[in-house]
């Protein structure tokens, strides 16, 4: 069980990292992710809502959806991921204020951000039971923030370097993305 | 039947349970709302144009309730809005509605052409060979980027020389940052005696290049009663604080560069 869990965690961070290896969430990962401070936060709200998600999300497909209404997935979960983030921002805004302003506007952003519909949808794909569902929503937000943190920091590189005029602002932004994205590739096969 | 009914209830009642708990959280547990900053956001004209510096109205009075800003920033209010600000906040500002304002007054009549400038229709580009095509190297160059930027139609380029009409003037600031001669600066809209000039060259080389360039004479100084006019770099500069708009200097101005 232990096993399972340490396999399905380091999984999510390196193997099959959300934005560098499934390519979810590459909004954020572009837009918030110049500095560092900004893109740890946006990954740790990410961590958050994908554990909550995941937690509240399992058992309404499982006894509610399965096994005739399966495809309803997509609507119910947007549906849920919603409320949810617009609750947690209520509830965090009220008791956790210092939280809330770490949190900022990234909070609410993620309302509509794909990585957390694609986690809560991939672990019925993978047939995860519930305690797997929740360490794989974990360990995919870590794999978030890691990713996040990594690119931050070659941004921050990115802006004191000199670039040619033609690549300067997003492209040259795509090309160190998908350099990072391809040194994750180096971790594919590991663990099975 | 069902496999449409089925779906649609399960659906609607998830929806139903998400808006209840959210319109209940939203009731109990958000923040009442901040009447100050209410106040303060009532106060403002709501255009979000970003002329102090914060990001739309919210954010400014978001600032201006924290203490952050200073209540006078809102361009596009002015006073009345400073005024109102003033009342909800309880302290006495001062702010006095801006106009934009061309320190030149050398049009093609007056001024005189280092050479002829046929290149694309700009100022800025023009300023890039020798400093534009005008004998005087502070002065206007007349093709107008600043009427370009005004969004309020409130620059006209006559004879070679941009004026701004202050009734149209909503002071933005956009023009001052389109000047590459660096001419274009606020000044309070009251203030009704400027020099028209923006030269620091000596009073010769003045004399050669432009009729209504400000020589550095000191006449003004001296004739001003209320010592509000000094001569810096050959220029002279009138304070709007101490200037009573009372005309003595314009009328003893050779160059008649004070208007």
């Given at each position: ?7 399905i965690i ?33 990954g ?12 509240v ?8 959806l ?23 921002e ?6 956790f ?8 506007i990234?909070?609410?952003?993620i ?24 360490f794989n929503a ?12 990594i690119?931050s920091?070659?941004?921050v590189r ?6 040619p ?11 160190a993305a ?13 663990g099975? | ?9 399960i ?16 009731k ?8 100050k900053?209410?106040?303060i ?10 002329a ?5 109205c ?15 920033k809102?361009?596009?209010?002015g ?7 003033s009342?909800?906040?309880?302290v ?5 509605q ?17 050479y ?15 400093g ?8 206007c ?5 600043c009427?370009?930027?005004c969004?309020?139609?409130?620059i006209?380029?006559?004879?070679n020389l941009?004026k701004i ?12 940052s389109?000047?590459p ?9 009251s203030s009704?005696v ?25 006449k003004?100084v001296?004739?001003?009663?209320f010592?509000?006019i ?6 002279a500069v009138?304070?709007?604080?101490k200037?009573?708009?009372c ?5 003893v101005c ?6």
């Amino acid at each position: 069980m232990v096993s399972t869990i340490v396999s399905i965690i380091l999984a999510g961070m390196f193997t099959d990292n959300m934005v560098l290896s499934k390519f979810l969430g590459i909004c954020p990962f572009l837009g918030v992710s110049k500095k560092v401070g900004t893109a740890v936060s946006m990954g740790a709200a990410v961590t958050l809502v994908m554990v909550l998600a995941t937690a509240v999300t399992w058992p309404v497909c499982t006894y509610l959806l399965m096994p005739n209404f399966e495809y309803l997935q997509t609507v119910v979960f947007i549906l849920i991921i919603a409320a949810l983030v617009q609750l947690l921002e209520i509830i965090v805004k009220k008791f956790f204020k210092a939280l809330y302003n770490a949190f900022g506007i990234y909070l609410s952003l993620i309302t509509t951000n794909c990585a957390v519909l694609g986690i809560t949808i991939l672990n019925f794909t993978d047939g995860l039971n519930y305690v797997e569902s929740l360490f794989n929503a974990l360990g995919a937000g870590l794999g978030f923030t890691l990713a996040m943190f990594i690119f931050s920091g070659v941004r921050v590189r990115l802006e004191s370097s000199k670039i040619p005029k033609s690549l300067q602002g997003l492209p040259i932004t795509l090309i160190a993305a998908a350099l990072v994205s391809l040194s994750f590739m180096g971790f594919a096969g590991i663990g099975g | 039947m069902e496999a449409i009914l089925i779906p649609v209830i399960i659906v609607a009642v998830i929806g139903l349970i998400a808006g209840l708990g959210l319109s209940l959280a939203g009731k109990y547990l958000s923040d009442p709302p901040d009447e100050k900053f209410e106040a303060i956001r009532e106060s403002l004209p709501g255009a979000n144009c970003g002329a102090c510096g914060y990001n739309g109205c919210d954010d400014y009075a978001n600032a201006v309730k924290n203490g952050i800003a200073k209540p006078d920033k809102c361009i596009p209010g002015g006073p009345t809005t400073a005024a109102a600000l003033s009342v909800v906040l309880g302290v006495e500002i001062e702010a006095e509605q801006k106009v934009a304002f061309i320190a030149c007054g050398g049009d093609c009549n007056k001024s005189k052409t280092k050479y002829n400038y046929s290149g694309i229709q700009s100022c800025s580009a023009a300023a890039a060979l020798y400093g534009g095509p005008m004998e005087c190297s502070f002065g206007c160059i007349g093709l107008g980027d600043c009427a370009s930027v005004c969004e309020y139609g409130g620059i006209t380029v006559t004879d070679n020389l941009a004026k701004i009409d202050p009734a149209l003037c909503r002071a933005c600031g956009k023009c001052i940052s389109a000047c590459p001669k660096k001419l274009i600066s606020f000044v309070p809209a009251s203030s009704k005696v400027k020099v028209l000039c923006h030269s620091n060259d000596k009073g010769a080389k003045v004399m050669k290049a432009c009729e209504a360039g400000c020589i550095g004479c000191t006449k003004c100084v001296k004739v001003c009663e209320f010592d509000a006019i000094k001569v810096e770099n050959f220029l002279a500069v009138i304070d709007p604080k101490k200037c009573t708009s009372c005309g003595k200097c314009k009328e003893v101005c050779p160059r008649g560069c004070i208007n």
